[in-house]
Structure formats: structure tokens, C-alpha cells
T-cell receptor, first 113, second 115 residues
Framework: QKEVEQNSGPLSVPEGAIASLNCTYS??????FFWYRQYSGKSPELIMS????GDKEDGRFTAQLNKASQYVSLLIRDSQPSDSATYLC?????????????FGRGTQLTVWP | EAGVTQFPSHSVIEKGQTVTLRCDPI?????LYWYRRVMGKEIKFLLH????????ESGMPNNRFLAERTGGTYSTLKVQPAELEDSGVYFC?????????????FGSGTRLTVV
């Protein structure tokens, strides 16, 4: 079982639409969750972090966390072509592995004009 | 504030050769991490330094990989001898908080190709 699973994609949405990215994780004790955006050939860039159940909004981005269902999602409202990138879901470890991140394989998003 | 710097950005070496990757973290960041992405797979943890000490090196694939962080500043990751399966993108990241629980800042990576 993979540590972090993301919907496989690729995902293609028109400009202005809502893009929905989903992620599940296997370790029920995970505390912190992140969404990174990675443009082709570039470094992963942190766009959202979430630690508590519920929604967290930042501009056009909303992260949702449901620890009971071990599910994290990212919604991008009013999608723009500049949002086209690979989105990586990650969680922290626990105990001796608290300092490490476990990543999903990423979902490639294309926003077409 | 300068970001995390890695070099070289690309390296092509022959199987059996040695390669050394370097990472300069953000100044003042005690925590430094190495990750690797092999084509088609997820980004995977290699190891974590706190200052000059290895906090967690359980992700290192084998003893051909050696990481150092002398003086708690920059870090090097040496692969010796390199094998074909070592090809991938090696990312370095740093964080200020104790365990990176608030996210890291990544460098732009070193793309290693072993031929």
C-alpha cells in the first residue's frame, strides 16, 4: 500500500473552472499535510498546508482535510492557465520519521484557455 | 532571502563513476533534507540533517550514497560508484522549524543521468 495516493490524472479543465485534486493516505496518525505545485523542470513549491479537519482557504485555493477518512483535497477556483502544473500531496511522518515528507506521485493539471 | 541552491543542475556520468551533489540551504536553517525522484515514481526521502548531525538516514538506498554536512552549513551527497538506477532528480530542501512540520523550501534539483 502506498503511503500517499493521488488521483492519477492527468486532469484537464477549462479556464475559470474549479479543479479538484484528491489524495488519500495510509497512516491514520499523520498530523500535517501539504500541497506542493511543481512546474516542469522546477522545484516543488509549497502552496497550502493543513493540520486540522475541515477547510482552509487561501485566495483561490481551498484545502480540505478529513482525518477520519484519511483524505485530503485541493480545490482551485477560477482556474488559470498559469495553474497548469503537477500538484503533489504530502504528509509528514511520525515519531522518528517526523522530519520526513511522504509524497504522492502527483496529479498533472492542465488549464486550457 | 536567497533560496535553497543546488548544483550542478545537471550531471551526466558513466556507470561506475563518482558524482558529488551540493546543496546550500537557506541561511539559518538547521534542518536540511535530501530527496530523490526516479522517473515515474514519487519523490522519496533520503535523509535529514539537523545542523551537522544525521537525524534520519533511513531513506538512503545503499552504502554507495554518502551525505555530509560539515559545519552545519552546506551539504554534499556523493554517489560512488554510480549505477544506472541512480538516475533521477535529487532535491535538497531546508526548513527553520524543528521538524519541517510547516513545510520545506526546496531547491531546484540536480538531474543526474547515469549512462
Amino acid at each position: 500500500q502506498k503511503e500517499v495516493e493521488q488521483n492519477s490524472g492527468p486532469l484537464s479543465v477549462p479556464e475559470g473552472a474549479i479543479a479538484s485534486l484528491n489524495c488519500t493516505y495510509s497512516d491514520r496518525g499523520s498530523q500535517s499535510f501539504f500541497w506542493y505545485r511543481q512546474y516542469s523542470g522546477k522545484s516543488p513549491e509549497l502552496i497550502m498546508s493543513i493540520y486540522s479537519n475541515g477547510d482552509k482557504e487561501d485566495g483561490r485555493f481551498t484545502a480540505q482535510l478529513n482525518k477520519a477518512s484519511q483524505y485530503v483535497s485541493l480545490l482551485i477556483r477560477d482556474s488559470q492557465p498559469s495553474d497548469s502544473a503537477t500538484y503533489l500531496c504530502a504528509r509528514t511522518g511520525r515519531g522518528s520519521t517526523l522530519g520526513r515528507l511522504y509524497f504522492g506521485r502527483g496529479t498533472q493539471l492542465t488549464v486550457w484557455p | 532571502e536567497a533560496g535553497v541552491t543546488q548544483f550542478p543542475s545537471h550531471s551526466v556520468i558513466e556507470k561506475g563513476q563518482t558524482v558529488t551533489l551540493r546543496c546550500d540551504p537557506i541561511s539559518g536553517h538547521d534542518n536540511l533534507y535530501w530527496y530523490r525522484r526516479v522517473m515515474g515514481k514519487e519523490i522519496k526521502f533520503l535523509l535529514h540533517f539537523v545542523k551537522e548531525s544525521k537525524q534520519d538516514e533511513s531513506g538512503m538506498p545503499n552504502n554507495r550514497f554518502l551525505a555530509e554536512r560539515t559545519g552545519g552549513t552546506y551539504s554534499t551527497l556523493k554517489v560512488q560508484p554510480a549505477e544506472l538506477e541512480d538516475s533521477g532528480v535529487y532535491f535538497c530542501a531546508s526548513s527553520q522549524d524543528l521538524q519541517g512540520a510547516f513545510g520545506y523550501t526546496f531547491g531546484s534539483g540536480t538531474r543526474l543521468t547515469v549512462v
